[in-house]
């Protein structure tokens, strides 16, 4: 099994339309997950941590179930310039690295 | 100023050859790191130093040897660069990860083709 784990995608949506997408991680020891952000041809970058109690960043809301070892993103009212790879992101249990999912690929349209 | 900065941004090479990348950091963070990001975009840790010193070596071929002079500073070197060497590599640094809050942050990537 794979440490991070998500759908591929892609994800075709209209713009203001609502999206998640998930994630699961094998490893019940970690500690410390994120949502990165990674554009065509860029390098990835943080969109969000993700708590243990849920948290929201304006349109993104991010919630870690520990118990199924799943993560998930959802995007409300997506603008064009939501469309992007977005990574599941881990630390390893030793702590000395991201391990990152093979990322989701949403494409908002008008 | 850029915070990661890795040169060069393009690497075309012949099978064989051997080149090297070199990477800074001007965050004063402690660890930095190699990843490697496949033509199925796949990002995969390669190796990890704190302090200059190396502490993930995942399963890399020996080909590939990293050498940090200072902890601002992790350079990659590959030897007899293969087919499949190509891809775009990325380093990044980030602060002591048992903080949950830690942001790793990545430079612009070095596409590296072997013809």
């Known amino acids: 099994r794979k440490e991070v784990e998500q759908d591929p995608g892609p994800f075709n949506v209209p713009e203001g339309a609502t999206v998640a997408f998930n994630c699961t991680y094998s490893n019940s020891a970690s500690q410390s997950f994120f949502w990165y952000r990674q554009d065509c041809r860029k390098e990835p970058k943080l969109l969000m941590s993700?708590?243990?109690s849920g948290n929201e960043d304006g349109r993104f809301t991010a919630q870690l179930n520990r118990a199924s070892q799943y993560i998930s993103l959802l995007i409300r009212d997506s603008k064009l310039s939501d469309s992007a790879t977005y990574l599941c992101v881990v630390i390893n249990q030793a702590g000395t690295a991201l391990i990152f999912g093979k990322g989701t690929t949403l494409s908002v349209s008008s | 100023d850029t915070a990661v900065s890795q040169t060069p941004k393009y690497l075309v090479t012949q099978m064989g050859n051997d080149k090297s990348i070199k990477c800074e950091q001007n965050?004063?963070?402690?660890?930095m790191y190699w990843y490697k990001q496949d033509s199925k975009k796949f990002l995969k840790i390669m190796f990890s130093?704190?302090?200059?010193?190396?502490?993930i070596n995942e399963t890399v071929p020996n080909r590939f040897s990293p050498k940090s002079p200072d902890k601002a500073h992790l350079n990659l070197h590959i030897n007899s660069l293969e087919l499949g060497d190509s891809a775009v590599y990325f380093c990044a640094s980030s602060q002591d990860l048992g903080n949950r809050n830690t942001e790793a942050f990545f430079g612009q990537g070095t596409r590296l083709t072997v013809v």
């Open positions: 965050l004063g963070h402690d660890t």
């Open positions: 130093y704190n302090n200059k010193e190396l502490i």
């Open positions: 993700v708590y243990s």
